[in-house]
């Protein structure tokens, strides 16, 4: 039960927060509403904190990169690896969403106006136009800000590339970086001492405010998301064994994949259970260096659970404020913008979530305020979405390994001292 209460401690405060705070609102309905202060201070404090823990945390992880073993094939397999299986996760979504409408309620309409204006969730730009934006800015001041997330985020990524390549002359720059890191990220640990309070009070408010029915969709989106990653999970998983080694890869990886799996719900952090990972993939025969390249790369970049979880995000707020989003243009964007808010900071050790959802506001046009709402998504979901995380990158191994090394890959004499393990 103590090791229970430890990995799960923030989970089980934060979810219990949420259901305080949806009593709260339920049974004092608009009176609530008093309490919506408190849950924008929460707010307002990790607004202010985003934009230096994205532009110090992906800097100093970009900067520490050293070059992998084997980087050639290797590292070219991996990229189209996490690129087609993250893409495979996206399109799960979609189909998920679209099948089942997350949100069935006619208080959409009101709490859009309540966040926004009409005129900016309907405001039309050209795709080029609007990349652009997104990507840019016209001043550097500009990009300290959290309305331009995406441009801080290409920006941190080009300057921890230019810190790696510029080497030994950097090393000073690098320790300044890595120091004021660690007090930013200590100061995201007392923004979250407060956290459990902010978002009770937050939920409290919307609950008094729009009715309890959001109460259901929240259910009904975990309920959707929970069955969808079951099913990813023993289908999918099992089916990209099979690409890898026939009947024999499909064997190999549940007969190992079930410790990474336990470790990724017990503890729900991918990282985690880096170490767990690379011992069950070297149990199948996959190499020290494939095992130990692609698994801690996979836990930075590659994340299926959370890219699914992006698309269940954004058609949240999709249907909860009634847009039309079901054309060509649109499926693409929530592709697009699925994939990107995972794949440029998915390496973000703290935060990394927030400034995920960040990026999907930012992106998809939807209202600032908007950001706790995808915050109780992302908590809800948190353990499927984990376990997919963790064990989409036990398959990624064998993809990997399957292409590296050849389809007989599974034949090679495994070490005693793995075998052993």
């Not at 080009?158 to 000073?172: C, H, L, P």
């Not at 990624?396 to 890959?409: A, D, H, I, Q, Y």
Request: some cysteine.
């Amino acid at each position: 039960m103590k090791k229970i209460w430890k990995n799960y401690k923030t989970t089980i405060i934060m979810l219990a927060s949420l259901v305080i705070g949806a009593l709260i609102g339920t049974i004092f309905k608009e009176k609530a509403s008093i309490l919506e202060p408190f849950g924008i201070l929460f707010m307002n404090m990790m607004f202010v904190l985003i934009v230096p823990l994205l532009f110090l945390t992906i800097t100093t992880s970009i900067a520490k990169i050293q070059e992998p073993k084997r980087l050639g094939k290797l590292m070219k397999t991996t990229i189209s690896v996490f690129i087609i299986t993250s893409l495979v996760a996206v399109v799960v979504g979609l189909i998920a969403t679209y099948s089942f409408k997350l949100v069935d309620t006619k208080n959409g309409a009101s709490i859009l106006n309540s966040l926004t204006t009409e005129e900016q969730i309907s405001e039309k730009l050209d795709i080029i136009n609007r990349t652009v934006s997104a990507i840019s800015v016209n001043d550097f001041a500009k990009i300290l800000s959290k309305e331009n997330i995406l441009a801080l985020v290409i920006f941190s990524l080009f300057v921890g590339i230019a810190i790696n390549k510029t080497g030994r002359d950097a090393e000073s720059f690098v320790k300044v970086l890595n120091s004021a890191n660690k007090v930013i990220l200590k100061l995201v640990d007392y923004a979250f001492y407060y956290a459990p309070f902010g978002l009770a009070c937050y939920f409290a408010s919307l609950i008094g405010t729009f009715g309890n029915i959001i109460v259901l969709d929240y259910v009904k989106t975990f309920l959707i998301y929970t069955i969808v990653a079951l099913l990813f999970y023993f289908i999918i998983y099992s089916f990209y064994a099979y690409i890898a080694a026939g009947k024999k890869g499909v064997k190999l990886f549940w007969q190992n994949a079930i410790g990474s799996s336990a470790t990724a719900i017990a503890t729900c952090s991918s990282a985690a259970s880096i170490p767990i990972n690379i011992k069950c993939t070297k149990n199948m025969g996959v190499s020290d260096d494939i095992a130990e390249t692609v698994i801690p790369l996979g836990t930075s970049f590659h994340k299926d659970g959370s890219i699914i979880g992006s698309v269940f995000k954004i058609m949240f707020l999709v249907y909860l404020f009634n847009l039309e989003l079901f054309t060509f243009s649109g499926i693409s964007k929530v592709l697009i913008v699925s994939l990107i808010a995972n794949l440029l900071v998915a390496s973000v050790p703290v935060g990394g979530g927030t400034i995920s959802e960040m990026v999907i506001i930012s992106m998809m046009g939807f209202p600032v305020a908007a950001l706790p709402i995808l915050t109780i998504i992302a908590t809800i979901i948190d353990a499927p979405a984990t376990l997919l995380n963790v064990v989409g990158d036990t398959a990624s191994v064998m993809l990997v390994t399957r292409k590296v090394e050849g389809k007989n890959w599974t034949n090679k004499k495994i070490p005693l001292n793995i075998k052993s393990a």
